[in-house]
């Protein structure tokens, strides 16, 4: 089987705005406070506007708020159990922060 190379770069979020995401993300899975689930939300909501404005589809945005989790170690339940990254919440606010993205990138 010959593999097929795809010349598209991976799209994605600006560089600042992966940054950034990464970093309040990183900042509510360690502290879990309500000050940093507010600047997480602010900044999902940024990161819908972007993947908009870079015309992102809406499925390429969940990909990279994943690939996000992924890598920090927050997106599955069993694995933050285990490292103790995380709080049991995060379920819930997932969900809260996917809606706010989502929201954020399809409003007018």
Same mark, same amino acid.
Do not use: F, H, Q
């Given at each position: 089987m010959v593999s097929q190379q795809n010349d598209n770069p991976? /799209? *994605?979020l600006s560089v600042e705005v992966h940054t950034a995401l990464e970093a309040a993300l990183r900042f509510y899975a360690s502290? *879990?406070?309500v000050e940093a689930l #507010?600047? @997480?939300?602010?900044?999902v909501q940024t990161a819908g $506007? !972007? &993947? $908009?404005? /870079?015309? @992102? /589809?809406?499925d390429e945005l969940l990909l990279v708020f994943k690939s996000i989790e992924h890598k @920090?170690?927050?997106g599955d339940h069993e694995r933050f159990e285990k490292t103790g990254v995380g709080h049991p919440? #995060? &379920?819930i606010s997932r969900? $809260? @922060?996917? $809606? =706010?993205m989502l929201e954020a %990138? %399809? =409003? !007018?």
């Open positions: 991976p /799209r *994605g502290t *879990g406070s #507010n600047a @997480l939300t602010a900044m $506007r !972007d &993947a $908009r404005a /870079r015309e @992102l /589809r809406s @920090l170690g927050i919440e #995060n &379920a969900s $809260r @922060l996917v $809606r =706010a %990138y %399809y =409003a !007018d």
